[in-house]
């Protein structure tokens, strides 16, 4: 960004705000909605390697587990539609309530959303951890799934509203990091509940994603809703009083102000999909859309939905595979750390780049062992190779943990102006989700038909992503939320062509 624009954005910055136990206990309690997502991804990979579950609901893929016939593929034990299905129904869900969720943030608020993403995953966890048949196990899964679509649209929002600008970054990451903690908790459950006699481990594993849809619910009903929200619904005074009580001092009149001529603008605009889609948010929505593709593409969620059905393809035997996933787990929670400390300091693209180089080496290096060592009807993978797999496998996951995991939320949530930020977080939710489904649905068919080559695939797009990164999207370090296009989009060298000083008649005219 050049100087003169930074320069300017300055003063801006300087909205007093101190950081209050209000704020800091609001997005702790936000953040469990990322607690409840990251537990829903990291506990299916490890039930769907339980003989006892496989047993009980696919009977055909516990056969091919039990017993290696000579003409079975090493990369093709799992592959399953049924399978796949349970695993990627939750995103299905999301993806659909996510268009929901758009119209009750922006009308309801973001704190009544999230009730209802914490009453829908309470739902889906009894129906999951009581199922008696595949059905009930799917329908838990679709109730879950809502819960996901509600609460990935509301608490990015929330979690970006509610922070300074100076730490925006850092509370945000909250919500990644929460994901990754539960991918761990479930990843260290299903490791304990693997070992229970009688089969029915897998029962408690899908009854303890309980405790985050509890603590979520409770933290709803809790937290007073953002100032930009109540004052977006013409609550004005409340969203005054609840701005000092999260910045911890009577002095916001400017930030105040600065609110409710957003909020006026907003409403001005009656249909905010259409908005959207017009030339002058364009930027916003072309980076949202892409870094959710992207976020997808770089193979992180292949990883963590099926690691333990991966290291079992590898031939580490079911609890060796259990105990590697919970490696790689809480490899990606303390990276994650690195993020919330490095992303206020160091910036997006930093992060974002030289994950970049890491991810595709790391990928390269594991797609040519496996090439060289794992082949179709025999496994040559040494005690060595094994241990390469894994630490590369932790690599890949500590870089996406400090930059893409994040990132891939934080950016969309904080680039949208206030008129199209509950459409624009809609759109960013959906997109993942379309493609997280692609990815959850297609993995397993994807690893037997192109064997190691599968690693090959996402390392490529993760070439792609590092050039757009480079190229094409802008640093938001310190740049207030609601001076995203004058500070940012304006200055840019490509995005400055899509912005006009006769945007606001384009949005009057809607």
């Not at 506990?43 to 039990?66: A, C, H, N, W």
């Not at 000579?70 to 049924?82: A, L, R, T, V």
């Amino acid at each position: 960004m050049p100087a003169a624009a930074l320069a300017v954005a300055q003063p801006a910055v300087e909205f007093e705000a101190k950081i209050t136990p209000v704020v800091i206990v609001s997005c702790l309690m936000a953040a469990t909605g990322g607690l409840m997502f990251g537990y829903d991804i990291g506990v299916s990979g490890g039930v769907t390697s339980m003989p006892s579950f496989l047993k009980e609901f696919f009977p055909t893929v516990y056969d091919r587990t039990q017993v290696h016939k000579g003409g079975d593929s090493n990369y093709c034990k799992y592959d399953n539609q049924g399978l796949q299905l349970f695993t990627s129904s939750l995103y299905l869900a999301a993806l659909t309530a996510t268009f929901f969720a758009s119209y009750t943030t922006r009308v309801l608020g973001r704190k009544k959303t999230m009730l209802i993403a914490g009453i829908f995953f309470i739902v889906g966890t009894v129906l999951n951890a009581s199922a008696v048949s595949l059905l009930m196990l799917i329908i838990g899964r679709i109730a879950l799934g809502c819960g996901v679509g509600f609460a990935n649209q509301a608490v990015p929002l929330f979690l970006s509203e509610i922070a300074p600008t100076r730490i925006r970054g850092a509370l945000n990451i909250l919500f990644q990091f929460d994901v990754t903690v539960g991918i761990l908790l479930a990843n260290l459950i299903n490791y304990g509940t693997s070992k229970i006699e009688g089969g029915w481990g897998w029962r408690l594993s899908l009854a303890l994603a309980g405790v985050p849809a509890v603590l979520l619910t409770s933290g709803a009903i809790l937290v007073d809703d953002t100032p930009n929200s109540l004052i977006e619904r013409g609550y004005l005074e409340k969203g005054k009083s609840v701005l000092k009580k999260i910045r911890g001092t009577d002095n916001v009149e400017a930030e105040y102000l600065e609110i409710v001529e957003a909020s006026r603008i907003s409403q001005e605009v009656k249909h905010p999909f259409r908005n959207l889609f017009m030339r002058q948010n364009r930027p916003p929505l072309v980076i949202a859309i892409m870094m959710q593709i992207f976020q997808q593409l770089t193979g992180i969620n292949a990883i963590m939905f099926y690691a333990p059905v991966l290291f079992n393809t590898l031939g580490f035997g079911n609890d060796a595979s259990l105990y590697s996933s919970v490696i790689t787990g809480a490899v990606n929670v303390l990276s994650t750390l690195v993020s919330i400390y490095s992303v206020d300091k160091v910036g997006r693209r930093i992060l974002l780049l030289e994950a970049g180089f890491q991810m595709l080496v790391s990928q390269t290096i594991v797609g040519v062992v496996l090439g060289l060592k794992l082949q179709d009807n025999a496994n040559h993978l040494s005690h060595g190779m094994a241990i390469v797999v894994v630490l590369m496998v932790c690599s890949f996951v500590s870089s996406f943990a400090w930059s893409w995991g994040p990132l891939g939320w934080l950016i969309p949530s904080e680039t949208f102006p206030l008129e199209t930020r509950s459409a624009g977080q809609s759109m960013t939710v959906c997109v993942n989700m379309i493609f997280t489904f692609v990815i959850a649905q297609s993995f397993l068919s994807m690893l037997c038909h192109l064997k190691y080559g599968i690693f090959l695939f996402f390392s490529g797009w993760v070439l792609v992503m590092s050039l757009f990164v480079m190229f094409l999207l802008p640093e938001t370090k310190g740049v207030p939320i609601e001076e995203m296009t004058e500070k940012v989009w304006k200055q840019h060298w490509f995005w400055k062509r899509f912005i006009s000083d006769g945007a606001v008649e384009i949005k009057d005219s809607v």
